[in-house]
């Protein structure tokens, strides 16, 4: 695994290093001190996630998750910050973060973040989760505030209703088709559907819609 560090704070980029280095099979492919970097870098690297911080001069880490996402979607982004503010939460996840933890994470925790969203799994720390429900609580959300939670059955079939589910416990499409028993490439599919039929962009953006509507 291919892991691009962007902070921009050389402190906190070489103590990462030092922790992956400990990690076989992680190995950092480029490190970046602001958004703009990120996307020079990408281009000239294997990366496979990017450990994003939010606040860095010029291009934040907000902007960068998006043109990250925009240009090479199969690239996973995990936001790392500090910030605990509901804003910079759901800014984030918005943009298409596959994850966001906090700095004061140990490394068990980095690790396995980074590898969980590789499996295609989100990865939400605890307390990040709290301020994400609280968030959504205070926001303005058309989608979900104009559709009864009645309706939800009627606008999915049952098994896209099932799939729906399994994608709010975090699994992947392989884990969802072995449980379901389907093949991986109908898994696909009925998250396609089920992405358009709701108007969302992202399995993120699913997952929370799903927590207001089930």
Do not use: W
Request: hydrophobic share 40%; glycine share 6%.
């Amino acid at each position: 695994m291919n892991v691009m560090i962007a902070d921009d704070q050389s402190i906190v980029r070489e103590g990462l290093k030092m922790i992956l280095s400990l990690h076989e099979g992680i190995e950092v492919s480029g490190e970046a001190s602001c958004g703009e970097e990120v996307l020079n870098l990408l281009p000239q690297t294997e990366t496979d996630v990017i450990l994003m911080d939010i606040r860095m001069p010029g291009m934040d880490g907000i902007e960068a998750t998006k043109a990250v996402k925009d240009r090479y979607p199969s690239v996973k982004v995990i936001i790392l910050t500090t910030f605990e503010d509901g804003h910079y939460i759901f800014a984030g996840l918005k943009s298409g973060a596959d994850g966001y933890i906090l700095k004061d994470a140990d490394s068990d925790e980095i690790v396995a973040s980074l590898k969980a969203v590789c499996e295609g799994n989100m990865m939400l720390n605890p307390k990040v989760t709290v301020q994400v429900v609280k968030a959504l609580n205070h926001m303005d959300i058309p989608a979900v505030q104009e559709e009864p939670k009645s309706n939800l059955t009627e606008i999915l079939t049952p098994r896209e209703l099932d799939v729906a589910k399994h994608i709010m416990e975090g699994k992947s499409n392989k884990r969802i088709a072995a449980d379901l028993f389907l093949t991986e490439g109908t898994v696909k599919n009925y998250v396609s559907r089920i992405l358009d039929k709701l108007e969302v962009t992202n399995r993120t953006e699913l997952t929370l819609y799903l927590q207001k509507m089930i």
